[in-house]
């Protein structure tokens, strides 16, 4: 009797989400996750076994079912529903491609630096996303040390302005110390490996840098 909500955002275009066999009965997600255009996002209903009513949150006009008052942005929502028939279309060939660059990204990183700890499943995860801990290296430092080179993250963007651990990675057991330690790296469907080898290039340069000052 408990309703399942799930937060795919990261996941919607990049991989085969299949609503009924996952039993989700609410799923969001984000439009330019998957190239579509900004600000805009989508909301999966369920309507069958068991039903889902969607309580408003905005009241005035009536539209959408009662849903929502307020006008549609109907540019987004059709520029929305594109990009997903594209990302779909083309899920598996970008899905494979990406996956393996993001293994020739760390499997050169750890190659110069084998303490370079890779966070998660190693198969079930998302094939874009690339997670490391490099012991001894602050995050935020290394950000700083490829502003305008390289752009990566040390947390989620809803926590940026928060100075506190990750709660995903403490509990995944990582220590408070380690999280700080720790970077995501994003990659686009359009890299190259040269692209890809020239990334892993300027963290290894910044993190001989960093190995040396320390």
Not at 186 to 214: P, Y
Request: hydrophobic share 40%; glycine share 10%; proline share 4%.
């Amino acid at each position: 009797g408990i309703i399942f909500h799930s937060d795919a955002a990261q996941a919607m275009g990049h991989e085969k989400i299949n609503v009924y066999d996952m039993n989700i009965d609410l799923m969001s997600f984000s439009a330019h996750k998957f190239y579509g255009p900004k600000g805009v996002g989508g909301l999966f209903v369920r309507s069958f076994n068991p039903m889902i009513r969607l309580a408003p949150i905005l009241h005035g006009g009536g539209q959408e079912r009662g849903f929502r008052s307020g006008t549609i942005n109907v540019p987004g929502v059709v520029g929305m529903a594109e990009a997903l028939k594209l990302a779909d279309s083309e899920w598996k060939i970008n899905h494979d491609r990406i996956r393996d660059l993001r293994d020739r990204l760390y499997d050169s990183l750890r190659a110069k630096f084998p303490d370079i700890r890779f966070n998660g499943h190693p198969q079930n995860r998302l094939a874009h996303n690339l997670n490391i801990t490099i012991p001894g290296i602050e995050a935020k430092a290394l950000i700083h040390a490829l502003r305008g080179k390289l752009s990566f993250s040390a947390g989620s963007a809803c926590s940026t302005m928060k100075a506190t651990p990750s709660y995903v990675l403490l509990a995944i057991g990582m220590a408070e110390k380690e999280t700080f330690q720790t970077i995501r790296l994003g990659l686009g469907r359009n890299l190259s490996n040269t692209e890809v080898d020239s990334i892993s290039d300027l963290l290894c340069h910044a993190l001989e840098s960093k190995t040396t000052m320390h």
